[in-house]
């Protein structure tokens, strides 16, 4: 999280790993503060700051329907009793106030205008405080919103440019809802000079651009829909049909495959991501970057329900339980990937395990009873997996070196919602300066 001040108002970035950008703006003097656009996955990330700072939170703020995150405002909203605001095209359930152009917001004494900005949706909406702008997804650094979706308009966008943008001054600072380059600001005089977007002065021109070649619709739109716009809560789990069908129709890269290396080795669904069971806290970065909502794979299920509580406890929301993990898969007709023949952990279980027990009871025979307690030991071992379905012998005999393989790099994956091709025009036009 990066701070900065803007005028007298406190600036909270609250960066995610797909390039969405949230923002707190807090005025120091009274100590509210106004949320903007907050990853479902960094509510408890900014309560924590927002509790930190002694903040109260009054507003909790959408800036336009997001198609490729799930937004944190319900959760963010309930939490510190705060008003939710939201622009009334967009339908939102649980909204209660929907602020008409020019309508301002209090913090303090500050002031923090709403502006009606649409073009990459119909429902879009800036902020303009304190000599910044905070633009949404509909001028970014070095680019300008996509709108190929959700009744997205690439003239109403340009309309909304020339109408907000045009009038603010070069020193107004540039807080935009994505940026996949790492970057958290620019300022309005920088991108006249360098966006080659906003160089379009002729609104037949720009239109033709920016929907010339547009990016693949995003894949997981429909369920994160269900979510933001009409407030229904992401399931703890889905039948595997269910889940095969999402697969198919291009939801693969949000999977998240929580088995060992050499089960994945053996078979597995294509595209889906490999954080073992035992990897998630150190690889949290990667568990985010996967689009959500987020199906969580192992073999039988058992796995996928301990990532999903383990994850919940560091803040990852927007997951799902895949009923019946793999085997329920392949019995289901679900396509797989198979590599080469391993034995399996199960298999390789039940020999250790088995050997344990005889080696056990023929040191007992031939050296000292006492040896029974190793055969003891490992059968209570076995009742106990039995029980609760989880195994240490496994996750022991996975890290053994015959059932090492090479390692899955980590960092960004390419996924559904906007992360497939960005929220930001595909590709950026000739400048016609």
Same mark, same amino acid.
């Given at each position: ?6 005028? +007298?108002?406190?600036?909270? #970035? ?27 996955? !960094? ?16 507003? /909790? ?20 009793? +705060? ?21 301002? !917001? ?12 649409? &073009? ?38 340009? =309309? ?5 943008? &045009?009038?603010? #001054?070069?020193?107004? /600072? ?11 600001? +620019?300022?309005? &005089? ?6 080659? $977007?906003?160089? $379009? ?55 998240? =495959? ?18 073992? !069971? ?25 796995? +996928? ?10 803040? /990852? ?11 329920? $898969? ?8 198979? &590599? ?46 039995? !029980? ?21 790099? #980590? ?23």
């Amino acid at each position: 999280m990066t701070a900065s001040a803007v005028s +007298s108002l406190v600036v909270l #970035s609250l960066p995610h790993t797909q390039g969405c950008r949230g923002y707190l703006l807090a005025d120091p003097d009274s100590r509210q503060a106004l949320a903007l656009d907050v990853h479902l996955d !960094l509510v408890e990330e900014a309560a924590a700051r927002i509790a930190a700072n002694g903040w109260t939170l009054p507003y /909790v703020v959408d800036s336009h329907t997001h198609a490729d995150h799930p937004s944190g405002a319900a959760a963010l909203a309930a939490r510190f009793r +705060s008003t939710r605001i939201a622009h009334a095209a967009g339908r939102h359930e649980g909204v209660t106030r929907h602020p008409a152009d020019g309508d301002r !917001l209090h913090l303090g004494d500050q002031e923090v205008q709403v502006r009606h900005a649409p &073009g990459h949706t119909p429902d879009h909406m800036v902020l303009v405080a304190g000599g910044a702008l905070f633009s949404g997804d509909s001028l970014l650094i070095g680019s300008v919103a996509r709108t190929d979706f959700l009744g997205g308009d690439a003239g109403v966008l340009f =309309d909304s440019l020339q109408r907000i943008v &045009g009038p603010l #001054s070069d020193e107004t /600072v540039l807080y935009p809802g994505h940026d996949y380059q790492g970057r958290v600001s +620019s300022t309005l &005089g920088q991108e006249r000079r360098t966006n080659p $977007w906003l160089a $379009w002065k002729n609104r037949a021109e720009f239109v033709e651009r920016l929907t010339a070649d547009r990016p693949p619709r995003p894949a997981n739109m429909d369920a994160l829909l269900e979510l933001n716009r009409d407030g229904h809560a992401v399931p703890a789990t889905v039948g595997v049909l269910e889940a095969i069908e999402r697969v198919r129709q291009g939801g693969a890269a949000s999977v998240l =495959d929580v088995r060992m290396p050499m089960e994945r080795a053996a078979e597995s669904v294509a595209g889906a991501r490999l954080v073992p !069971l035992d990897e998630l806290e150190q690889r949290l970065d990667d568990v985010r970057a996967l689009p959500a909502p987020r199906l969580i794979l192992c073999r039988t299920g058992r796995r +996928s329900a301990l990532a999903q509580e383990a994850l919940a406890r560091l803040g /990852v929301g927007a997951l799902t339980v895949i009923e019946g993990g793999l085997e329920a $898969w392949k019995l289901a007709g679900g396509p797989i990937v198979t &590599g080469a023949p391993r034995m399996s952990l199960e298999r390789q279980v039940r020999v250790a395990a088995g050997s344990l027990v005889v080696v056990g009871a023929l040191l007992a025979w031939l050296v000292h009873p006492g040896f029974l307690a190793l055969s003891a030991f490992v059968g209570a071992g076995l009742v106990f997996a039995g !029980l609760t379905d989880t195994c240490g012998m496994g996750m022991l005999l996975a890290k053994m070196p015959w059932n090492r393989v090479a390692a899955e790099p #980590s960092g960004p994956v390419g996924g559904g919602g906007c992360a497939a091709g960005g929220c930001a025009a595909s590709a950026s036009p000739s400048d016609p300066r």
